[in-house]
């Protein structure tokens, strides 16, 4: 929804819903964010992608707990500190986004919108819808879609073993 | 406006319905055309979507169904009579009907149809030549319909029908329905975390009340499944019509018999059934029905015959589609496999009649000589086996040559909420659902060594004279959490599944309960995976997956031919006859063995004082000759508190292999019985063949030669050691 949108007839500011990885900042749009939890218990899912962490029973609903460091391919969370969960939904449903820290809704304006530089770590760029140019720092608008995807790193092992079925 | 919209939903849910019904109608009286009462409801049906389209100001379906009913009122009256040409084309008239009201519903227009030819069709049939009048002769017929269809529709389109159903019925959306029936699953797993507090509370009103909570939990869960329900003939009342429109196109005559019409289904797995059904029903008039002329030479009957049979069975769904055509021909399966580079030539040489047949339900395999414009083409089985497999299904065929072909399927009730035991691994939860659990099986020490085997790779356990393969879950599953305990090594705990064809054993750490679990689906970024079915949220609030073990098999590459339920093995089912006698035991305080009378030689009472201990274990000496003795009890592990003289079964030679009769001691000779229910479960431990139920009690029915086999190594363990 977000992706598709023209920069022209956009609204001129968008509130963002902001949280900290690995010391980069990143934001969602709000309208995106269903809620923010404390860490939550995860019942690991064998054979998933590295970075499914987990499952979690978000009051009767079961939600796919997704590690962002370990989907953006930034290092990992040392096992002490227990990550936040930013539950976001995507056209395919509802997902928990792993972060380190939460940080403030903030209003940014459009104009201060760009592409993700061409620079970039290829895994972290293509989850990203662009970056906002904050005075003195930098926040990088995460594609909750793109991430949530998964990058399409699921399933390529069943075909393989199913084949094997007579 | 929103009135208006309201009596079109109405007029279009209402029209379906009745045309769902036409279609049936259509076909019972091309058997029977002189049904008046018929061809009447036919008629007031048409009638009243002609007067409420008018109301609409639907032109185009107001000037067909004014055709169709001009042509129903003459039949109506007696003055034509119903021949295969005017089927067809009312049957063409309710086909139109239809393909107008669904564009109605989608976008309010009538479609794009051209119904001209179709209206000048209906009106040439319906001006043919008056027949000698047949029943009482009324008014003129054209006339007389002219003048109905002139008559203002408004007074007949809230025709009273079935009043007494209508005051007692409500029509429900089934959106609500499944939302009730979500709230209903959250309250189940509530429900489930208060039981389970309840055992950490002494407060007994507290229990109390979570007591009566779970029993109102489980009956309203009951309450709103059966609402959910649906008979299969709701899909199953269309087939009539299929077969008969492909069956009239191939110039075949093929009768329909349904049976089990009000077997009742979820309706989210009836919806999916559907197609696979139609699929199967088609291929069957298309490739199983010969045409008469090829019948005839065949000496059988020009009319092919369609069963299709539903019938409830253990918690699950059986249908059957079988025909009395031609039958599956083995041998061009084969080579069209082999062909299709699905199998090699020495596998497939090497395959079972069975397992051949089952090659139907791979992509491409098809053995159509024919491409039709339904069949034959090489697709579709396999995408009815995927279908119902979706729905946690089983399909399977079984064919003779010349004599006809029966599709079976299984398929559960429900799909919501189904009853699970609950498996560890590597300290992780896994739900493995009732339906697919044959039995337990635990393997310790000797037993152990001397069952399981690796052979090539694949890890095999001995069960009964079957090979079965064992599939590790925390190896296939690839969990690396710390191992459980390290004498895990010396023992197994094995859980017998089946799924479709497969059978294997599944080696769990830890085995926790049987619970009612809530199934939820796993969000669309897990769907590859392929071995979990979904995903539940346990008493705890902690979410477990749910092992789909039909992917499981399928990556872990286990293959077992099926053996089927009940029937516990070959030497199980040929030792006990269904009527045979049995002698009913107590072992332990209180388990009930049944021991067959066939197998017994005489019941002595003998002082313990005369038991002797070798190193074979305890023997008796009885008329020159050494008895071995067995005691159940302990045996089976349970507490025996009598010290009177033992109760001992001699069973008659040859029970050993050393050609040696045994003494089995039981606790007490209850009785000896005759009658046995049909009913029977595949034991639960080992030396156990089945459970069974004797006077309305649970019996375990003693599998003796595999008790004295484990014992007799339990005791050559215990003096190695």
Redesign the interface.
């Known amino acids: 929804m977000i992706a598709s949108r023209d920069a022209s007839d956009a609204p001129a500011t968008r509130q963002l819903c902001t949280f900290f990885v690995d010391g980069l900042l990143f934001g969602v749009d709000v309208v995106n964010v269903q809620e923010v939890l404390r860490h939550q ?8 992608p590295a970075a ?1 962490r ?4 978000l009051r ?5 707990a ?1 590690d962002v460091r370990a989907r953006l391919g930034l290092r990992p969370r040392r096992t002490e500190d227990s990550p936040m969960n930013v539950v976001a939904t995507t056209r ?4 928990s986004l792993l972060v380190d820290e939460i940080g403030d809704v903030i209003e940014v304006h459009e104009r201060t919108f760009e592409r993700a530089p061409a620079a970039m770590n290829v895994t972290l760029r293509a989850a990203l819808l662009g970056v906002f140019d904050l005075e003195g720092r930098i926040l990088l608008l995460l594609d909750a879609e793109e991430v ?3 990058g399409g790193t ?3 092992r ?1 075909n393989e ?2 084949t ?3 | 406006m929103t009135g208006d919209d309201d009596l079109l939903r109405e007029f279009l849910l209402e029209s379906v319905e009745n045309l769902d019904r036409l279609d049936q109608d259509f076909v019972a009286l091309e058997r029977e055309p002189d049904d008046r009462e018929r061809l009447g409801a036919i008629f007031r049906t048409i009638h009243t979507i002609k007067g409420t389209s008018g109301f609409f100001d639907l032109s185009r379906l107001e000037s067909l169904t004014h055709a169709g009913e001009t042509l129903l009122s003459r039949l109506r009256d007696g003055e034509l009579a119903l021949d295969g040409a005017m089927t067809s084309a009312l049957l063409a008239t309710v086909d139109a009907v239809r393909g107008m009201l669904a564009s109605i519903e989608a976008d309010g227009s009538e479609g794009s149809l051209d119904i001209a030819p179709l209206v000048a069709e209906l009106a040439r049939l319906g001006a043919q030549t008056r027949l000698p009048p047949r029943g009482p002769s009324g008014p003129a017929g054209a006339a007389d319909s002219r003048a109905a269809a002139a008559a203002p529709a408004s007074s007949e389109r809230a025709a009273p029908r079935g009043a007494s159903i209508a005051d007692t019925t409500v029509r429900v959306d089934v959106g609500l329905l499944d939302d009730v029936m979500n709230m209903v ?2 309250l189940v ?1 509530a429900r489930n975390q208060i039981v389970q507090l309840g055992h950490q509370v002494t407060d007994p009103s507290f229990v109390k009340a979570s007591q009566r909570l779970d029993l109102l939990t489980t009956e309203l869960q009951a309450g709103i499944m059966k609402t959910r329900m649906q008979p299969i003939g709701n899909v199953w009342n269309k087939l009539p019509r299929v077969v008969r429109d492909l069956a009239h196109a191939r110039g075949k005559r093929v009768d329909v018999e349904l049976d089990g019409a009000d077997t009742e289904l979820d309706r989210t797995i009836l919806e999916a059934l559907k197609d696979p059904l139609t699929h199967l029903v088609r291929n069957a008039v298309d490739h199983g029905v010969e045409t008469p002329a090829q019948r005839r030479a065949a000496g059988k009957p020009e009319r092919g015959r369609l069963f299709l049979k539903a019938f409830h069975e253990s918690g699950q769904v059986n249908i059957e589609v079988s025909d009395d055509g031609a039958g599956l021909d083995v041998a061009r399966i084969r080579a069209r496999a082999v062909e299709r580079g ?2 090699t030539a020495e ?1 497939a040489a090497q395959l079972s009649e069975r ?1 051949a047949m089952r ?1 139907v339900f791979e992509p491409g395999v098809s053995t159509a000589e024919r491409v039709t414009s339904v069949s034959g083409r090489g697709v579709g089985m396999d995408v009815v086996r995927t279908n119902i497999e979706k729905i946690g299904g089983a399909v399977d065929v079984a064919s003779a040559l010349g004599r006809g072909t029966v599709l079976k399927i299984k398929i559960p009730l429900t799909l919501a909420i189904v009853p699970a035991l609950i498996v560890t691994a590597r300290a ?1 939860r896994f739900a493995v659902p009732q339906v697919n659990l044959l039995e337990l099986v635990r393997l310790e020490g000797e037993q152990l060594r001397a069952n399981v085997e690796e052979v090539g790779g694949a890890t095999l356990c001995r069960l009964r004279g079957d090979l079965l393969p064992l599939v590790f879950l925390d190896r296939a ?3 690396t959490g710390a191992d459980p305990e390290p004498s895990s090594k010396e023992r197994v705990t094995v859980v017998v599944v089946q799924a479709d064809d497969r059978r294997f054993g599944l080696v769990v750490d830890g085995i926790r309960d049987t619970e009612e679990i809530v199934v ?13 079915a979904g ?1 539940t ?1 346990m008493g705890d ?5 749910i092992l789909d073990v039909l ?1 499981l ?3 872990a ?1 286990v ?1 077992s031919e099926a053996r089927p339920r009940g029937v516990t093995d070959e030497r199980g089912a040929a030792e006990i006859e269904p009527q045979a006698p049995l002698l009913l035991c107590r072992v332990g305080e209180e388990g009930r063995m049944a021991i067959p009378l066939s197998l017994i030689a005489r019941i002595e009472e003998i002082d313990r004082a005369s038991v002797e201990r070798t190193s074979g274990g305890e023997v008796v000496r009885r008329r020159g000759e050494i008895l071995p003795l067995v005691d159940l009890s302990r045996f089976f592990g349970a507490t025996s508190r009598s010290t009177g003289p033992l109760h001992v079964v001699v069973c008659a030679a040859p029970i050993t292999a050393s050609g040696q009769g045994v003494g089995l001691v039981v606790e007490q000779v209850l009785d000896i019985v005759e009658e046995r229910s049909p009913a029977r479960l595949r034991g639960t431990r080992p030396g156990v063949l089945a459970t069974v139920v004797v006077r309305d009690e649970v019996a375990e029915l003693l599998d003796v030669e595999g008790v004295v086999r484990m014992a007799a190594r339990r005791v050559e363990g215990a003096v190695a050691a």
Do not use: M, W, Y
């Open positions: 218990a995860t019942t690991p899912v064998p054979l998933a499914v987990g499952l979690i029973n009767g609903q079961i939600v796919t997704i395919d449903g509802t997902v949530a995807a998964l699921c399933g390529s069943v073993t199913s094997r079925e007579r | 699953g959250e797993l699905l199998v596998h397992e090659l992780e599953l690839e969990l939820k689906p796993l969000g669309k970024e897990l769907e590859g995976i392929g071995v979990f995903a949220i609030g902690r979410v477990a997956l992917g098999a399928r990556r590459g293959v």
